[in-house]
């Protein structure tokens, strides 16, 4: 079994829909939970992180985190054709632990 | 915001040959870099943990002598790979710590050997 599951779509919404993406963990351990989005080609940039359970909001993005489920959601409001990209969540036990653990990306698509 | 700046974005190299990929951090110092790498619909792969004036933690199953990591100065880490093989055409991407708990990456190398 695969520390981080997530599933690689592609998801396919139209402009203006609320995305959901997801991850589950296996890892108990995991504390810190981040949420990246990569556009073809380039490397990752960070979009929302949360320290252990509870909701975290910015703008359209909302992160949530269930450590009892293992299960970690981000959500979308409002999509744009811009948000057309892949979302990876990562995860790490510990600030001092440096390794951060990948799901596999999940792509997005947001049409006009 | 902090700015890790990974180049070459694209390269091309002859099988046997070696190649360097160079990742600075623009406007802060970076005392760990982390290298990774990325096939394609698949998640990034960590491969070595490189930090500033010693040696490379690398990852298990990664060689470490065919991806030669320096990291000679707070600023800049290199991957080199040394006699490079058609199964080592990948993505390549750096990143580096930075602030309480973040992690900024470089734009990322494609790297085709032919």
């Known amino acids: 079994q695969k520390e981080v599951e997530q599933d690689p779509g592609p998801l396919s919404v139209p402009e203006g829909a609320i995305v959901s993406l997801n991850c589950t963990y296996s890892?108990?351990?995991?504390?810190?939970f981040m949420w990246y989005r990569q556009y073809s080609r380039k490397g990752p940039e960070l979009l929302m992180y949360?320290?252990?359970?509870g909701n975290k909001e910015d703008g359209r993005f909302t992160a949530q985190v269930d450590k009892s489920s293992k299960y970690i959601s981000l959500f979308i409001r409002d999509s744009q054709p811009s948000d057309s990209a892949t979302y990876l969540c990562?995860?790490?036990?510990?600030?001092?632990?440096?390794?951060?653990?990948f799901g596999t990306g999940t792509r997005l698509q947001v049409f006009p | 915001g902090a700015v890790v700046s990974q180049h070459p974005s694209r390269v091309i190299c002859k099988s046997g040959t070696s190649v360097k990929i160079e990742c600075r951090s623009l406007?802060?110092?970076?005392?760990?870099m982390f290298w990774y790498r990325q096939f394609p619909k698949k998640s990034l792969m960590l491969m070595a943990t490189?930090?500033?004036?010693?040696?490379?933690?690398?990852e298990q199953g990664v060689e470490k002598d065919k991806f030669l990591i320096n990291h000679a100065s707070l600023t800049l880490s290199t991957l080199t790979v040394t006699s490079a093989h058609p199964e080592d055409s990948s993505f390549y991407i750096c990143?580096?710590?930075?602030?309480?708990?973040?992690?900024?990456f470089g734009s990322g190398t494609r790297l085709t050997v032919v």
């Open positions: 990143s580096a710590r930075t602030g309480t708990y973040g992690y900024t």
């Open positions: 890892n108990s351990a995991f504390q810190y």
């Open positions: 949360t320290y252990s359970s």
């Open positions: 990562a995860m790490s036990a510990s600030e001092g632990t440096d390794k951060l653990i």
């Open positions: 406007d802060f110092q970076a005392t760990t």
């Open positions: 490189s930090n500033e004036g010693s040696k490379a933690t690398y």
